[in-house]
């Protein structure tokens, strides 16, 4: 009997395809032709289902609820020589783990009757027993009694500290006044008493609010102690369970060596593995080809469905692994296997000059080309800088801003470190006018508008970011419609802020504008370039105090 995990090519449509001489590098790539006929294949597969009740989002009343799933493709070689593809999807689809057609997950926490469920009724249980403690009405009065108590010992406090020192200041007016008077000294020791007086009363008050505050903070702590144990409990039986987890996640590579989840991270920065490391598509694939014998040949990974409220998902279009979860995993598992070299380390051809526009004693202003790092990176030397430097001579090129490596157009690199610290306060008081050209891959039929997107890092995901409404950072660009064509709109965007990746998160999320800046690999589809284009500086020269600005026209 056949294994109905694997789908074999019929031979007529794989006919003269050479096979990939290197596995997929899976954090940057573009799919092999196998890859996409597995990939559309298996996409033909989840338009046609019907009994697979997952809400993808795909239907315009089914938007509410809605969920998009990254699957993923392995083309593999059978022990015969047979070309044939393994389906993955991350994390669960409709609530199981176990759907036909589907590699099963490395480990099935959500398998009948497994210690996982198990023990995970059992934190439900303390749960909703530190649910119904934290809502009971007793607890609840004793909150609400103690705030009141409080509340009004604080206003009595407040208000007794303030006749006192009104009528410490009596006293010293007083002083003032008979000072050197025949009788000062009966005076002085009345004023005396009164002191102590007004001393004994604060006490009084104060030890008398802390004794009734006392009574209802006794009863209130035991109740709090309980629920802290029982907090503890599940905490300490959430870390049990997620070490005994991390115990069964054991990733198997082609020569049989196996390691558990914990042993893997246990040397990255994180230290222990993050939520969810393993249940991604391309892990999946990989356990199930070594544990049935099966030799990957490449892989691809896409996205079925609507787009996450956060991230930037678009769908049918293809992604690369995920570096948090999947990278450490993934080195593990692809040890000995030849891999296509990753294309980021290396530039494909030489880029451009860089040309000066403007140059003085003060400052250059370039136009950066495309491809060009503004700064030298860990693999690659050639930079904006680097180039400078060759021309400066003695003279250290300072970096003022910078440009993403595939966006070109306008930077000002300062000469002098006054000139740096003069034109960079300028941006970050956010008096630098700019303004980028790009082409987006859809045609925009509003003429003009702002987008408002707070955004951060994708921790779990570098460098990509995130759109983030409770710790993002304020993210504000405006933008304008200059040309549109048959299938693409030419724009102007007027960045507000300055955060990473603020015009290609603001151009491609589906609250923005819902529409990738074309070529861009990160957020969209690659293309020979990404056209985003810095096209216009204006900022007052450090020297004359002059406003100034620079023009560069993209050249698409």
């Known amino acids: 009997m056949g294994d109905s995990r694997v789908s074999y090519f019929p031979d007529e449509l794989i006919r003269g395809i050479a096979l990939p001489e290197r596995f997929t590098y899976p954090f940057y790539y573009e799919p092999h032709p196998l890859a996409r006929i597995a990939a559309a294949e298996l996409q033909l597969y989840l338009e046609s289902q019907t009994q697979l009740d997952h809400n993808f989002g795909l239907e315009n009343d089914a938007e509410e609820g809605a969920i998009g799933k990254m699957f993923g493709v392995l083309v593999v070689q059978d022990a015969e020589g047979k070309l044939a593809y393994l389906s993955a999807f991350s994390g669960k689809l409709a609530n199981s783990n176990d759907h036909p057609r589907f590699v099963p997950p490395v480990f099935d926490m959500l398998e009948e009757d497994s210690f996982f469920l198990k023990k995970v009724e059992v934190i439900n249980t303390i749960n909703a027993r530190v649910k119904e403690m934290t809502a009971a009405p007793v607890y609840r009065q004793l909150i609400l009694e103690h705030e009141q108590l409080s509340a009004t010992a604080a206003l009595e406090i407040t208000a007794l500290k303030e006749q006192l020192k009104t009528n410490k200041a009596d006293r010293k007016a007083q002083r003032d006044a008979l000072k050197g008077l025949p009788g000062y000294a009966l005076t002085e020791a009345a004023l005396i008493k009164q002191s102590l007086h007004d001393k004994r009363t604060l006490k009084g008050l104060t030890d008398k609010w802390q004794e009734s505050l006392a009574e209802t903070q006794v009863k209130l702590s035991q109740l709090e102690a309980d629920i802290d144990a029982l907090k503890n409990e599940r905490k300490e039986r959430s870390a049990a369970l997620q070490q005994e987890l991390f115990d069964q996640y054991i990733f198997l590579n082609k020569d049989g060596k196996g390691k558990s989840v914990g042993e893997i991270f246990a040397d990255t920065p994180l230290g222990k593995p993050p939520s969810a490391a393993g249940e991604c598509a391309a892990p999946k694939l990989l356990q199930y080809a070594f544990t049935h014998g099966y030799t990957p040949i490449t892989m691809a990974e896409f996205w079925w469905g609507s787009s ?57 202003v370039v136009n950066k080309p495309s491809g060009l790092r503004s700064v030298p990176g860990v693999n690659i030397a050639d930079s904006v800088y680097t180039r400078l430097r060759q021309v400066f001579g003695d003279t250290e090129p ?159």
């Open 308 to 364: 996450p409220k956060s991230d930037i998902r678009k769908h049918q279009h293809f992604y690369p692994a995920c570096t948090g979860k999947c990278k450490p995993i993934l080195a593990h598992m692809l040890e000995g296997i030849p891999i296509d070299e990753n294309p980021l380390l290396y530039l494909p051809a030489p880029v451009e000059p860089l040309e000066i526009v403007y140059e003085d004693e003060c400052f250059v």
């Open 398 to 556: 300072l970096m003022i801003h910078r440009l993403d490596m595939d966006t070109s157009g306008l930077l000002v690199v300062a000469k002098t470190k006054p000139v740096h610290k003069h034109i960079q306060r300028q941006f970050l008081q956010r008096t630098v006018k700019k303004r980028y050209t790009a082409l987006l891959s859809k045609v925009i039929e509003q003429p003009e508008g702002e987008i408002n997107l707070p955004l951060r890092a994708d921790l779990l995901n570098r460098p990509r970011q995130l759109v983030c409404f409770t710790s993002g950072k304020k993210s504000v660009t405006t933008w304008k419609v200059v040309d549109r064509y048959a299938s693409s709109t030419r724009i102007h965007f007027w960045p507000h802020t300055g955060r990473t990746h603020q015009l290609r998160m603001h151009a491609a999320h589906e609250q923005g504008l819902d529409a990738p800046i074309i070529g861009d690999d990160l957020y969209g589809v690659a293309a020979d370039r990404m056209y985003l284009h810095a096209a216009y500086l204006e900022f007052v020269h450090p020297k004359s105090k002059q406003r100034i600005s620079f023009e560069a026209p993209p050249g698409f």
